[in-house]
């Protein structure tokens, strides 16, 4: 059974960085695309950003573009996002997903979202 | 950029309604419907613009292409009650979701 478990959320500071993590199990980690979705009180749901399986491809919001990092360490099956300048509009529920197949980037599964809430 | 309308449905149990999604510039069949309840996460109904993911009840059906799809819920059920997203796919980074259309029943 596929299993994604985020960590890391939590309340921060405007201007802050934090790093969010999303630990996979249940699948062979290092064969799909992984992504980051956000849900922001009262909005829609946002794509992030994404990372290949092997992390040659990266993509990022234009929302996000320079401040947030996606990485992964394929050895530990870990998900990453990095999250520098800490904006309140970042406040939202973060999503881990992974790709559905190889060749289909949709989320195929979800993890349960880490909340951060941006606030001084 | 991902347009879906209504923003909001309100339908009787046993009713069929039709979501809208438009592209504004080609995807191919590189469309995703999400389903989202309150407190629990995206769910995939929809991959392809037409086939249902594992485990998606035969009541949710998909079509379009290229600009144009459309979600149908026929026999609607009081689990249906969700904001219904669409998402594009196509030549990914980005992933682009629409605005999301809620469904109250």
């Known amino acids: 059974e596929v299993q994604l478990v985020e960590s890391g959320g939590g309340l921060v500071q405007p201007g802050r960085s934090l790093t969010l993590s999303c630990v996979a199990s249940?699948?062979?980690?290092?064969?799909?695309?992984m992504h980051w979705v956000r849900h922001s009180p009262g909005k829609g749901l946002e794509w992030v950003s994404g990372?290949?399986?092997?992390?040659?491809?990266?993509g990022y919001a234009d929302s996000v573009r320079g401040r947030f990092t996606i990485s992964r360490d394929n050895a530990k099956n870990v998900l990453y996002l990095q999250i520098n300048l800490l904006k309140t509009e970042d406040t939202a529920l973060y999503y881990c997903?992974?790709?559905?197949?190889?060749?289909?980037?949709?989320?195929?599964?979800w993890g349960h979202g880490a909340v951060v809430t941006v606030s001084s | 950029v991902m347009t879906q309308s209504p923003a909001t449905l309100s339908v009787s149990p046993g009713e069929r309604v039709t979501l809208s999604c438009r592209a504004s510039q080609s995807v191919s069949g590189g469309l995703a419907w999400y389903q989202h309840r309150p407190g629990q996460p995206p769910r995939l109904l929809i991959y392809g613009a037409s086939t249902r993911a594992t485990g998606v009840p035969a009541r949710f059906s998909g079509s379009g292409s290229r600009t144009e799809f459309s979600l149908t819920i026929s026999g609607l059920q009081s689990e249906d009650s969700a904001v219904y997203y669409c998402q594009q796919y196509n030549n990914w980074p980005p992933l682009t979701f629409g605005g999301g259309t809620k469904v109250e029943i």
């Open positions: 990372i290949s399986s092997n992390s040659a491809i990266t």
């Open positions: 249940g699948f062979t980690f290092d064969d799909y695309a």
């Open positions: 997903a992974k790709s559905l197949s190889l060749t289909i980037p949709a989320g195929g599964s």
